[in-house]
């Protein structure tokens, strides 16, 4: 390799003589150390309670040097390793022009199995992982049922990450009498390591180039640890993800990844055109106070321009709400067209890469977050033209349900009653046992409505779904607990707005204003309820109805951790007949009754009770399945139906 491919612009920090570049050999090259590009909001790991199997704080730190087995082995023959022309391991690269057909091919590099350094221990230091690969390649040709797969391979993988760091926090709630009140619960830390123990970190045995099958645009991370987890950005802290060149074929490294968040004051972002100042250099206050050199993922970024090797970008910033206090959107990839050594703003020497994005991807998904909060303030200013009423509830909700259609003329939602909760036959609410808890202050564990769910409580104390079960039991208006009650979440109304849309490919669909977080609460599918005497009438008369015992249980789907415990049991408990009723939403409806049909659905149907204890008859209540952000369609699965009843209206679609 050329000694001057390495240093092609003046280190300040170190000026190495003429004598010593020309003589040193790669082999003889050592590994710099490294100081990653670190996020200023990343707060250092608590020990963990002692009921978790391993150390997270040594879990933590070794997350990005262990490989694991990955789910997409199936597909392997879809990798795609090219080397480029002029590509010499030895004697140096040949720079590709951008025409050249090889231009964005993937820098080779030896098998790591080969390197029985790389074999490292876990924290618990019985089992044996592999590092992480360093063989980089890029998945092309996906045919339409292989990018399915993909996309349920990581919704899974999400799914199970959001149950585990749900389920410490609850644990961590049991027992926040011996932690203390002021202690904070690194769940995400915990999942994580959990997962990585099981072996279900994704994209460990390929370093994947370009876009990741199952991965959209807009698809958005509470957490460092989860973009781990899925193989986005391999890095817990670094905000440069590559190959380091002591793993390269020829020495050098390859980026992969960047995460843009202003960690740096040099920093500019204009959207499609980004200036991003490398790393290294900065104390522990985010204070620039040495120079910058050339090496590790300055030096990276400077090779993947050189072989014009595209970079996925990830944009961190703060966002109300989050239980992190930041969010991470996925938002394409950019090339890497310029680089050039400046002084900072500080004084002191920093590198700068002048990254575009390429053209013809969807648009990003923080220029939709920040559309949509224009939305939810100024609809009208944002979008001019197609909103037919600015809140279909007529101030019903918590918040107004807007309606748009600029796609034809049908207007017909405008002219429903809406529904905010379903509608029962008066029998229903009258029989059954109404005595409810007496816990008058507020509800604890060994509460009355607690025991009804089988000795704890269904949600965590910010309201998300811990797991899904057969039916939960909220507390209602029997009860001696106040309305801000841990257990009363359906019963508080939406806490998001909401758009029903006319599309030109589902028809009728419902997206969100908000970023809406796995495991939260959306909405009641409400209709008038009717026993199973009053549809077979409505049927005979050409009536299509909603039959809930037709639904997907996809509320098994969250909360289960068989993957990762091996005694872990779907819940039985509470158990209820099977549901014998109908729904007409014919004329009277709410949002749910827009959302169209999946069956890779974004949005599970659980099933609740709080105003009566009549086991069959309980509400439909919708709560999220994956960090949905705004303006992504929301998607429920209607079932398996047969011919002579369609399952569900054709405004479902």
């Keep these: 390799m050329a000694s001057d491919s390495l240093l092609p612009f003046q280190d300040l920090n170190h000026l190495p003589s003429t004598s010593t ?38 879990a933590a730190a070794a ?60 924290p618990r230091g019985g089992r044996k992982y592999q590092a992480r690969s360093s063989e980089l390649v890029r998945i092309m040709d996906l045919k339409p049922e292989d990018e399915l797969y993909f996309r349920r391979t990581v919704r899974k993988t999400r799914m199970l990450f959001d149950s585990l760091r749900v389920f410490a926090i609850a644990e961590d709630e049991k027992r926040r009498d011996m932690l203390g009140p002021n202690r904070r619960t690194r769940a995400d830390l915990k999942a994580a390591a959990l997962l990585r123990e099981r072996g279900l970190w994704l994209n460990r045995d390929k370093r994947i180039v370009g876009n990741m099958p199952g991965l959209l645009v807009g698809d958005v991370f509470f957490f460092r640890m989860e973009l781990c987890v899925i193989g986005l950005h391999g890095q817990a802290q670094a905000g440069i993800d590559y190959v380091p060149s002591s793993q390269s074929s020829n020495g050098e490294p390859i980026a992969t990844s960047i995460i843009v968040s202003g960690g740096y004051e040099d920093d500019e972002d204009a959207g499609d055109v980004i200036v991003y100042t490398g790393h290294g250099g900065q104390d522990k206050n985010n204070r620039q106070v040495v120079h910058q050199k ?46 050039w050594f400046d002084v900072g703003k500080s004084g002191f020497g920093v590198f700068k890469f002048k990254l575009i994005r390429i053209e013809n991807q969807v648009e990003m998904g923080s220029s939709m977050m920040k559309f949509a909060v224009s939305l939810r303030t100024r609809p009208l200013d944002a979008w001019p033209k197609g909103y037919v009423s600015l809140d279909l509830s007529k101030k019903k909700e918590n918040y107004p349900v807007f309606f ?225 952000p705004p303006m992504r369609e929301l998607c429920i699965d209607y079932g398996v139906a047969d011919e002579s009843n369609m399952g569900k209206l054709a405004i479902c679609n």
């Design 21 to 58: 570049a020309a003589t040193t050999s790669p082999a003889a090259i050592l590994l710099p150390k490294i100081e990653p590009k670190l996020e200023p909001l990343d707060e250092p790991l608590s020990s963990p309670p002692p009921y978790y199997p391993a150390s997270v704080a040594a």
């Design 63 to 122: 997350a990005s040097s262990l490989n694991l087995f990955s789910e997409f082995t199936r597909l392997y023959g879809l990798f795609q390793t090219t080397i480029p022309q002029g590509f010499q391991p030895n004697d140096g690269v040949s720079a590709l022009p951008e025409s050249h057909p090889d231009s964005r091919a993937i820098v080779s590099v030896p098998d790591p199995q080969s390197n029985l350094s790389n074999v490292v221990l876990t």
């Design 294 to 339: 050339l090496e590790c993922g300055n030096l990276a970024l400077e090779r993947s321009m050189n072989y014009g090797v595209e970079v996925r970008v990830i944009r961190g910033f703060k966002y109300e709400g989050s239980a992190s206090g930041k969010v991470y959107v996925y938002d394409g990839l950019y090339k890497i067209v310029d680089t």
């Design 404 to 628: 748009y259609n600029d796609v034809d003329e049908d207007n017909d939602p405008i002219y429903y009653d809406y529904l905010i909760t379903s509608l029962f036959p008066h029998y229903v609410c009258n029989a059954g046992n109404t005595r409810g808890c007496d816990c008058a202050g507020g509800c604890l564990d060994d509460c009355l409505c607690a025991r009804k769910n089988g000795g704890e409580f269904a949600y965590d104390l910010q309201g998300i779904l811990v797991r899904g079960k057969p039916l939960i039991f909220e507390c209602g208006p029997h009860c001696s607990c106040p309305p801000t009650c841990r257990n009363r979440v359906t019963q508080k109304g939406i806490r998001n707005r909401f758009e029903v849309f006319r599309s030109r490919e589902t028809g009728w669909g419902v997206r969100s204003l908000d970023l809406i977080q796995a495991g939260s609460f959306i909405c009641e599918y409400a209709g008038v309820v009717l026993t199973r005497e009053q549809a077979q009438l409505f049927t005979m008369n050409g009536d299509r109805l909603i039959y809930p015992s037709r639904f997907a249980q996809t509320w098994k789907q969250w909360g289960n951790l068989s993957e990762v415990f091996s005694d872990y049991v779907c819940p039985e408990f509470p158990s209820i007949p099977p549901l014998d009723f109908a729904m007409d939403v014919s004329r009277m409806r709410n949002v749910a009754c827009y959302m169209s049909h999946s069956s890779s659905p974004n949005v599970l149907v659980q099933l609740v009770l709080y105003d009566h204890n009549n086991l069959s008859f309980p509400r439909l209540m919708l709560f999220a399945m994956e960090n949905i």
